[in-house]
């Protein structure tokens, strides 16, 4: 027995005529024993020393230590995992929450547990009032509510209980865990869902459009299909340069560059040259289609059908009072221009004639030269942020 304090318990017996008590561990060390030390009380009533009692208390013990650490391990788990645990009584309407369900709730433990006092969002009480009643009465609860915290953020909080009958009456065991994260999940993908459904619906009359007009402009089968191809290449590159920045708006270097590469023209015979400018989904497309067209003109017939031709593209904010302009210059050099009207507009002609974004068009003798304008209507706020794109 492992019981060094026993002269010292039993000289206090013998001064204070009180028991003591104590657990000691016996020569085993997995054994426990629970020790009583009492004043000893002759016939004569006289205190004649102390009486020392043992008492086996090793299963107890590791029974409460098991209970103990499982305790431990079961507020942990709840603590990594996010999801508390709580009982409600249905007969007294007492509940029960473990200290996980006070954090969620962000609440304290001495707050009271009612459905009117806890910090529901004001468009969500009345679901919570009814979802509770419901409760009641059916013996399942699995809702959602959104809280309000006490740094006035909102909190998505899901709690799912099922009744459970007991000699002490009904009462429902259930857990309350933080879905925030998974509520915002959903929302984005509504709205990425919302906004694939736009860009197919935009993507689809862009393309439409694209095969009506290269019916007009085209002169047989052959150059019909290699028109679209083209054009159709031009659109797919610049979805797969949204696809790959993962951006709302597109740097127009990044897109002059990637149609002029498509070219394979040869370094020297190419200038691009301009400040940062990020431009909008729709506004890409057109910029796309319309340096397309003027590539393919250019490959075809001005300046990167010479090896003496150069192709200059650059381009500048304009501002003015009210809004600022975007103006792209392209022009091509060491070429002559033949100044015969054309018997009929292109596609390209008609691309940019039906985009009043897109303006202006000049031919000069010694070269050809085109200037494209975009306008924008930036509110000073937009001006202050060019991430939003024009």
């Known amino acids: 027995m492992n019981y060094p304090e026993l002269q010292n318990d039993a000289r206090k017996v013998l001064r204070t005529l009180a028991q003591v008590e104590r657990e000691v561990s016996g020569s085993e060390e997995d054994r426990q024993f629970l020790v009583r030390v009492l004043p000893y009380r002759s016939v004569d009533n006289f205190i004649a020393g102390v009486v020392v009692t043992f008492l086996d208390i090793t299963i107890p013990s590791r029974t409460e230590a098991a209970l103990r650490s499982s305790e431990r391990r079961f507020s942990e788990a709840q603590q990594l995992a ?13 509940r029960w929450w473990s200290p996980v369900v006070h954090q969620l709730w962000g609440v304290s433990s001495e707050a ?53 009958s007991t000699p002490g009456g009904r009462r429902m065991l259930g857990v309350t865990q933080d879905v925030t994260l998974r509520k915002q999940t959903e929302n984005r993908l509504t ?10 619906r935009n993507i689809l009359g862009v393309v439409r459009s694209l095969v009506e007009r290269s019916v007009r402009s085209s002169t047989s089968i052959h150059d019909l299909a290699q028109n679209l191809s083209g054009r159709l290449d031009s659109l797919a590159r610049t979805q797969n340069v ?31 040259e301009g400040p940062p400018i990020r431009l909008r989904r729709e506004a890409s497309e057109t910029f796309a289609l319309a340096l397309h067209e003027l590539t ?14 150069h192709l200059s593209v650059t381009w500048r904010v304009v501002r003015t009072s009210l809004k600022e302009r975007l103006s792209l210059e392209w022009r091509e050099t060491g070429v002559r221009a033949v100044n015969i009207k054309p018997l009929r507009n292109g596609f390209g002609r008609d691309l940019i004639a039906a985009r ?35």
């Open 356 to 390: 009043p974004a897109l303006r202006a068009r000049r031919h000069h003798l010694a070269g050809i030269r085109a200037r494209r304008r975009a306008s924008a209507h930036r509110s000073a706020a937009e001006q202050q942020d060019r991430g939003s794109g024009w």
């Open 112 to 164: 009271a547990l009612d459905e009117s006092s806890l910090p529901v969002h004001p468009d969500d009480r009345e679901k919570l009032a009814d979802d509770f009643a419901r409760a009641r009465q059916t013996g399942e609860l699995d809702h959602e509510w959104r809280v309000i915290l006490p740094d006035r953020s909102v909190r998505w909080l899901a709690s799912t209980g099922r009744l459970e």
């Open 242 to 272: 949204f696809t790959r920045v993962g951006d709302a708006a597109l740097d127009l270097e990044e897109l002059v560059r990637d149609e002029l590469t498509a070219a394979a023209p040869r370094e020297e015979q190419i200038e691009v």
């Open 296 to 309: 393919t003109n250019a490959i075809k017939y001005g300046a990167l059908s010479d090896p003496s031709g």
């Open 191 to 200: 709205l990425l869902l919302g906004e694939l459904q736009h860009r197919v």
């Open 82 to 94: 996010g999801i508390g645990v709580w009982e409600w009584n249905l007969e007294t309407d007492l």
